[in-house]
C-alpha cells in the first residue's frame, strides 16, 4: 500500500520568515496530493491541494510543488505570520472513479515566533 | 449551512459500554470516512464507505463497526469501549468528480475518554 513520508516532524520560523515541509510516496499511481491545516482544537482544513499533471500551484503565501519522478512534493509558506502556527498533514490520494484512498502524512507541528 | 456534523463533541464513559458516535453530513458527499487520531498526531484510518450498504475497514485495526443505510448518515458503534479506545474520532466526506479525487471535508471530532 502508499506510505507517505513527512518531515520535518516541527518546525519553528521567525515572523516573516519561509517555511518548508517536504512529503514523499511510495505509490506511483498517487494522483492527487492536498496538505491540510489542523488548528489546536479544530477540524483539519484544505488549504491547497495538487493533481498529478501540474507540477506547481500558488494561492497567495501558500505554494505545493510535485516532482512525480522523484516522487516527493512540498508545501512553501511564504512571510509567515502567527496564525500560520498549526499542524500541517500532507495527504497523497489515488483515485478513479468511485474508488479514492487517501493516506495522510505523519503532521509537522509548526510554531511561528512573533 | 452545509457542513459535516458530529455529535457528541466530548464524551466520558466507563469501561465495557457500548457507544454510538453519530456523524451527518448536508453536503450531498457519497464518500464517507472515520479517523482516529490523538490531538495533533497522526490520522488513523478505521472505516470507509463509497455510498449506501458500502462499508470498508481501514488501516487501523479497530473493535468498532459501522453501518451506511442513509447516504448522509454513518455512525461509529463501539460495542465495549476500553481505556485504549480514549481518543479523538474525526468523521469526513467527500464527493465523487469525474477524476476521483477530491478533497476530505472533517467534522469537529468527538473526544472519547473511557475510565
Known amino acids: 500500500g502508499e506510505n507517505v513520508e513527512q518531515h520535518p516532524s516541527t518546525l519553528s520560523v521567525q515572523e516573516g520568515d519561509s517555511a518548508v515541509i517536504k512529503c514523499t510516496y511510495s505509490?506511483?499511481?498517487?494522483?492527487?496530493f492536498p496538505w491540510y491545516k489542523q488548528e489546536l482544537g479544530k477540524r483539519p482544513q484544505l488549504i491547497i491541494d495538487i493533481r498529478s499533471n501540474v507540477g506547481e500551484k500558488k494561492d497567495q503565501r501558500i505554494a505545493v510543488t510535485l516532482n512525480k519522478t522523484a516522487k516527493h512534493f512540498s508545501l512553501h509558506i511564504t512571510e509567515t505570520q502567527p496564525e500560520d502556527s498549526a499542524v500541517y498533514f500532507c495527504?497523497?490520494?489515488?483515485?478513479?472513479?468511485?474508488?479514492?484512498?487517501?493516506?495522510f502524512g505523519t503532521g509537522t507541528k509548526l510554531q511561528v515566533i512573533p | 449551512e452545509a457542513d459535516i456534523y458530529q455529535t457528541p463533541r466530548y464524551l466520558v464513559i466507563g469501561t465495557g459500554k457500548k457507544i454510538t458516535l453519530e456523524c451527518s453530513q448536508t453536503m450531498g458527499h457519497d464518500k464517507m470516512y472515520w479517523y482516529q487520531q490523538d490531538p495533533g498526531m497522526e490520522l488513523h484510518l478505521i472505516h470507509y464507505?463509497?455510498?449506501?450498504?458500502?462499508?470498508e475497514k481501514g488501516d487501523l485495526s479497530s473493535e468498532s463497526t459501522v453501518s451506511r443505510i442513509r447516504t448522509e448518515h454513518f455512525p461509529l458503534t463501539l460495542e465495549s469501549a476500553r481505556p485504549s479506545h480514549t481518543s479523538q474520532y474525526l468523521c469526513?466526506?467527500?464527493?465523487?468528480?469525474?477524476?476521483?479525487?477530491?478533497?476530505?471535508?472533517f467534522g469537529n471530532g468527538t473526544r472519547l475518554t473511557v475510565t
Open positions: 469526513a466526506s467527500s464527493l465523487t468528480t469525474g477524476g476521483g479525487n477530491s478533497p476530505l471535508h
Open positions: 495527504a497523497a490520494s489515488i483515485g478513479s472513479g468511485g474508488y479514492q484512498k487517501v493516506t
Open positions: 505509490d506511483s499511481a498517487s494522483n492527487y
Open positions: 464507505s463509497y455510498g449506501v450498504n458500502s462499508t
